[in-house]
């Protein structure tokens, strides 16, 4: 196994959470590991006459204050969650922003709705009162890259920026992206992702997936590779990560290492193809020049769709044998974030790796009979963990896997 | 006849485009080009759509990058217009 740090072309030396469990990386993980749930009625809008009534909101987030006073009525929600982020990231990584080119940073974020409350105000405004009432900054502020280029702007990060637009799977992309990158010219990739579509327009949106869950209950509403697995909760928020390019100035700082990764698409069902996700998961394990052995925790990616939980299941016991590895899904927790919820996990997972602890699933009672996982479920369960399997499927077909390693940073206090 | 001052145009941007708490249009910033107080052509375009729909005048594109680069020069040129509009 691959366990030193030059093997690894990024480590993950910064993290900003905003999620449903917590705004602030300790605050997240406090929840995560109490198995505190963020999922509840939505309250940013009237959802009775949606059949979706639940949803991971961050609560005790206003963009006031948290970000510069001019982006806040130029930018969507997902963009002003990402800013906080993204600040809170760089602060927690000590870089010294100024010593470095500002041609060697770059932004790569992953987005899945782009702005969709900022352009339904505006839709709203057209409709209503006509053309000119349509504000300026709509031209920026709904498209998928708004968030990359703000980042980017106000960090002075002029390197080779990009959006990655590929659903759920989106965290685990761009990820992925910045560590090419930090393989070329680049030193430093703020990367990562948020989303935030609780509004009518961004739900509906949803809704055409038919993957929703609309259970009234919170704490029965997302239930992976249960037998009532109904379809996911949808959440805002997710985290920004800051990844460096591994040498002496990151030591004693990574929270990790990104040892592997790959990326399949699944063609549509009627094709009868099989699923790439078992492939996919054996090329990160190559990448990460790992074994199914080496792996010490499997984040999942819970879809809690009966047909979508049994590809995961057969997937990972195909890889690892059946009850073999510990998994876990977080995610129930927050509902799926969409250009969040894979770099949630990925911060997650990188501190569950320097903690030694994998949080356990909330929700699951009782696990399907062709889904034989070792769900970690009831409490958290302490272990030493060297390395993580992040699993992230999008809506479409898009498939990724990610090997962490765990990095040099000290142990929180848990 | 209505005028238009510095407050009103601070007003305005703060709902419309956001201004930073420790930017002010008055004393030393009012000579000061937007661009050099963070505000880029599409903070102006905003700034001029707000005045259109406000007093109902109509602004040419070149008039908010030509007249209006300024905070001061931005006051004189809406009052201008509404001086030329009750003449």
């Given amino acids: 196994m691959n366990t030193s740090t030059a093997g690894a072309a990024a480590v ?61 009525p130029q930018t969507d929600r997902w963009t002003h969650l990402a800013l906080a982020a993204a600040d809170a990231a760089v602060a927690d990584s000590a870089v010294d922003l100024a010593s470095l080119p500002e041609y060697e940073m770059a932004v790569v974020t992953a987005s ?30 709904w498209f998928y890259a708004a968030t990359t280029g703000q980042v980017s702007i106000r960090h002075g990060m002029r390197g080779p920026c990009g959006v990655v637009c590929t659903e759920q799977a989106g965290g685990l992309d761009a990820v992925g992206q910045a560590r090419r990158l930090l393989r070329g010219q680049s030193r430093l990739v703020v990367t990562g992702g948020t989303d ?24 029965r509403a997302y239930l992976p ?10 959440g805002e928020g997710g985290a920004i990560l800051v990844a460096e390019r591994p040498g002496p100035d990151t030591q004693g700082r990574a929270y990790g290492r990104v040892l592997g990764y790959a990326a399949g698409f699944d063609q549509s069902a009627r094709t009868g193809r099989r699923p790439v996700l078992a ?26 769709d009966p047909h979508l939980d049994r590809v995961e299941a057969e997937a990972l016991a195909e890889v690892f044998g059946t009850h073999a590895v510990p998994v876990t899904a977080p995610k129930t927790l927050t509902g799926r974030l969409y250009g969040g919820g894979a770099a949630l996990d990925v911060a997650t ?23 034989p996982l ?16 992040v699993v992230a499927r999008g809506y479409g077909g898009f498939t990724s896997a990610m090997v962490l390693g765990r990095g040099d940073r000290p142990a929180g206090d848990i | 006849m209505s005028t238009f001052d510095v407050a009103e145009l601070r007003e305005i941007m703060s709902a419309s485009v956001g201004v930073e708490d420790d930017v002010y249009f008055d004393g030393d910033h009012l000579d000061v080009p937007f ?12 700034l001029a759509s707000q005045i259109q729909r406000r007093y109902g005048m109509q602004i040419p594109d070149e008039a908010v990058t030509e007249d209006m680069s300024s905070p001061r020069a931005a006051v004189d040129y809406v009052n201008s217009r509404l001086v030329a509009a009750v003449a």
């Fill in chain 1, 225 to 234: 590779f249960d037998v009532e697995a109904a379809g996911y909760v949808p």
């Fill in chain 2, 35 to 46: 661009a050099d107080l963070g505000f880029d052509s599409l903070a102006l375009l905003e």
């Fill in chain 1, 374 to 389: 070792d769900l970690v479920r009831d409490a958290p369960r302490e272990r030493p963990l060297r390395t993580a399997l």
């Fill in chain 1, 112 to 141: 899945s709705s782009g702005g969709t409350e900022f352009g339904q105000h505006e839709m709203e405004r057209l409709y209503q009162n006509g053309p000119s009432w349509v504000g300026a900054y709509q031209s920026i502020a």
């Fill in chain 1, 12 to 72: 993950i030396t910064g993290m900003g959470v905003i999620a449903p469990t917590g705004v602030g990386t300790e605050e997240h993980w406090q929840a995560v590991l109490a198995g505190k749930t963020g999922i509840g009625r939505i309250t940013r809008f009237d959802p009775s006459g949606y059949p979706v009534r639940l949803a991971g909101e961050v609560a005790g987030f206003t963009a006031k204050g948290q970000v510069p006073a001019r982006l806040v």
């Fill in chain 1, 279 to 304: 492939g996919t998961i054996r090329r990160a394990l190559d990448d990460a020049r790992c074994v199914p052995d080496d792996i010490d925790v499997v984040f999942a990616d819970a879809a809690a």
């Fill in chain 1, 196 to 219: 935030s579509s609780l509004c009518p327009y961004g739900l509906v949106a949803q809704l055409a997936n038919g993957h929703l869950s609309s259970a009234e209950d919170a704490d």
């Fill in chain 1, 349 to 371: 997972a990188l501190l569950a790796l320097r903690d030694g602890v994998v949080p356990h699933t909330v929700g699951p009672t009782r696990l399907r009979s062709d889904c």
